[in-house]
């Protein structure tokens, strides 16, 4: 069984933010799921990525993809998992994990950092 892979990543609140993803199997996007969830072992996901198959960047790949995560999600740590699904649509392997820092817009920093003295 290979090992799951791990990419952290950060993100600002309300803007959508796009990772490529590639596999070394030939897999359609619609077999995977991903979704951002606030611990590791919840079974309720706060957001779920917007999966596209694109043309392979590398030789390496045989399939790969593009993954947008969209929405607003409050500020805060998470953790998503992606998932290749076998054909009764039930997790079959996990490909991808890490962690989502989203952070606050670019408005709101200078009202939360006025209330701050140093």
Do not use: W
């Amino acid at each position: 069984m290979s090992q799951i892979k791990q990419y952290n990543f950060v993100k600002e609140q309300g803007v959508p933010c796009s990772f490529i993803l590639e596999y070394n199997k030939e897999v359609q996007a619609d077999a995977l799921f991903a979704v951002v969830r606030a611990n590791a072992s919840d079974e309720e996901y706060i957001a779920k990525f917007d999966i596209v198959k694109i043309e392979n960047v590398s030789d390496d790949a045989l399939s790969t993809f593009k993954l947008t995560l969209d929405g607003d999600i409050p500020q805060g740590r998470y953790v998503y998992d992606v998932f290749v699904y076998d054909s009764n649509n039930r997790p079959k392997t996990k490909i991808l994990k890490g962690h989502v820092l989203v952070k606050g817009s670019v408005s709101d920093r200078g009202r939360l950092n006025a209330d701050s003295s140093v």
